[in-house]
């Protein structure tokens, strides 16, 4: 196929993909790369770049938006005083840690062992965006000392092998710590810039073989993927908040936990069966 259809192909796809993410970012808090990661995957295997290192490009890619998404959401939540910095210069350095160590994991792992690890990881954030309860709580105050230091880098690796923010791990450990949701939320905008930017940072190293990585690929972050995505999330997020404020989002989020547990299933199917 030429260049030129196979970029207007993904053109279309990732329109479609980055609106998408865009308006579930804005109805639902969902960070992007929850969705972004299957989405990738499902776009890039389809376009015939079904290589041993396709979820690492679907990785790098997804982180790759977090850090421009991360950074407006920390700087619009900062304006309302909702970041709490105390928590995040405290958290900063394990979760560095342990996205330094997710992407050198992430390099040496096969594509489908990433497959299955997003498969049984995302189940599990779906059962717990359907199921879970504003009230449950571990303590009342986030954890210190060793605690924190197992946690944070836990956070960090976990969410690099699933190319996602600080939102998905971030917002309920927080929560269960006594947490407020909006700090929660603020505050986990603040994880993913720490996930993302060193995360990146890794993955432009990772070299791809030219004939499994689509057009304009850097590393393994996608350039067309990125800047398309970016551009659509940007003019349909705030359409995503419009909805949010007009109407009840508590029955779509569980409508999105049951849509995200079957993407997440349908993931870890195609990583055991092929």
């Known amino acids: 196929m030429p260049d030129t259809m196979l970029l207007i192909q993904m053109f279309v796809l990732l329109v479609v993909i980055g609106g998408f993410a865009g ?96 498969g049984v990881l995302g189940v599990v954030i779906g059962l717990y965006l359907g199921l879970g309860r504003a009230h449950w709580r571990l303590a009342d105050a986030m954890p210190k000392g060793l605690t924190r230091a197992l946690l944070s880098p836990a956070m960090g690796f976990l969410s690099v092998l699933m190319g996602i923010g600080g939102g998905s791990f971030g917002v309920p450990l927080m929560s269960l710590y006594n947490v407020p949701i909006h700090r929660a939320v603020a505050t986990a905008a603040g994880f993913g810039v720490l996930i993302a930017v060193p995360s990146v940072a890794g993955f432009l190293f990772l070299q791809i073989a030219p004939g499994n990585r689509p057009p304009l690929t850097l590393g393994a972050v996608n350039l067309v993927a990125f800047g398309i995505v970016i551009a659509m999330t940007l003019i349909t997020a705030p359409l995503g908040v419009r909805i949010a404020h007009a109407m009840d989002p508590k029955p779509l989020k569980r409508v999105f936990a049951v849509f995200l547990t079957l993407v997440a299933l349908n993931m870890l199917r195609k990583a055991i069966w092929g």
């Open 23 to 118: 308006v579930l970012a804005g109805l639902l808090g969902v960070g992007g790369g929850i969705v972004l990661v299957p989405a990738f995957f499902y776009a890039f295997q389809t376009l015939g770049y079904d290589g041993p290192q396709l979820m690492q490009m679907c990785l790098a890619t997804s982180l790759a938006t977090i850090i421009v998404t991360s950074v407006r959401s920390v700087m619009s939540h900062n304006r309302k005083g909702a970041v709490d910095w105390a928590i995040l210069k405290t958290w900063a350095p394990g979760i560095a840690v342990g996205a330094v160590l997710g992407v050198l994991a992430a390099a040496s792992l096969r594509s489908v062992t990433l497959q299955a690890l997003f």
